[in-house]
């Protein structure tokens, strides 16, 4: 009897255990404009089509990281072995420091999961260089 | 650009050299660099990365700041704030650099040559927006550096330097006839 009550109490939770989990693990849909505005966060050192003080970001998906000819990069990031992706930046944008010991990027990072998503979604979309 | 738009306000920065020895000097202290050095011996690589990142950043502003002199496209009072910050960015650059050193690294050096994109500025707006852009994204590095020192007084150094880029974003704002602080908090 108390196993008949229990059960669909447990079975609830669970699912709404599931809701949360599921909800959590799926990253958020990003949005390029929005990840424009937040990309001027990042103009004090980059941008899309030059090399600055930190590297141009055109082209970015796909690429090996610290690969782009004509700029110096920290040997930890060259010998990082990441391939850009939503998933590595997502890791890389979260906290530099902690994703790419060694680093020469000197920033904490964007802790907000949608901004990270939309500045994301914004450099997928600046597509490739054009020189 | 003429000659005679710039001389003015260059001799201006180097009558005031003094005065700007003496702030890098402030900062220097507040970074403990010479009063507290045995502390910041122990400053380990990171704060050194970071330390180079900013410096590499100041070191591009400065030369935008001379673009944007040499430009042509400013009036007198445009000018003049661009020289005076460009003298707030070469003393965050000294005292960067000479931090880097005290610390026991080495201070990267300005590239040869700077990628700006020159072929958009036609205007005085254009020069003004994009030294308010550059000025903004500075605020947001230094936002983005201060909570990685692993000396706080490190972190408090470049706090300052922090607000003296947001005064810069704020004017630069307010020349453009915007609105100068258009947000409670910076991102």
């Known amino acids: 009897m108390v196993v008949r009550r229990v059960l669909p109490v447990i079975s609830g939770l669970a699912g709404i255990f599931f809701l949360v989990a599921t909800a959590m693990a799926t990253p958020p849909q990003g949005d390029a404009r929005r990840g424009e505005v937040i990309y001027e966060r990042c103009q004090a050192c980059h941008s899309l089509q030059r090399n600055r003080s930190g590297p141009r970001h055109c082209g970015l998906i796909g690429r090996q990281a610290g690969s782009l000819e004509g700029y110096a990069y920290s040997p930890a990031l060259k010998a990082s072995g990441l391939v850009w992706s939503e998933n590595t930046l997502d890791r890389f944008l979260e906290n530099p420091f902690k994703a790419v010991p060694g680093t020469r990027m000197g920033y904490a990072g964007v802790k907000d999961p949608q901004e990270r998503a939309d500045l994301i979604a914004f450099l997928a979309a600046a597509g490739p260089c054009r020189k | ?187």
């Open chain 2, 1 to 187: 650009m003429t000659n005679d738009l710039t001389v003015a306000p260059r001799r201006s920065f180097l009558a005031t050299a003094g005065k700007a020895t003496l702030s890098a000097g402030a900062v220097l202290l507040l970074a403990g660099c010479s009063g507290n050095r045995a502390a910041m011996a122990a400053a380990p690589d990171a704060d050194i990365n970071i330390l180079n990142a900013a410096l590499g950043a100041e070191q591009e502003a400065i030369a935008a700041y001379q673009v944007g002199a040499e430009s042509g496209l400013l009036s007198k009072p445009a000018l003049n704030l661009a020289v005076q910050f460009q003298g707030h960015h070469k003393e965050h650059a000294e005292v960067l650099a000479k931090t880097v050193t005290d610390l026991g690294g080495r201070p990267v050096e300005p590239l040869a040559s700077y990628d700006f994109p020159v072929e958009q500025l036609k205007a005085e707006a254009d020069v003004l927006r994009f030294a308010a852009g550059l000025e903004k994204g500075a605020v947001s590095a230094y936002l983005g550096a201060v909570p990685l020192f692993e000396e706080r007084e490190l972190a408090k150094a470049a706090a300052s330097i922090l607000g003296d880029e947001a005064m810069h974003w704020a004017v630069l704002r307010q020349a453009l006839g915007e609105n100068p602080v258009p947000v409670a908090f910076v991102s």
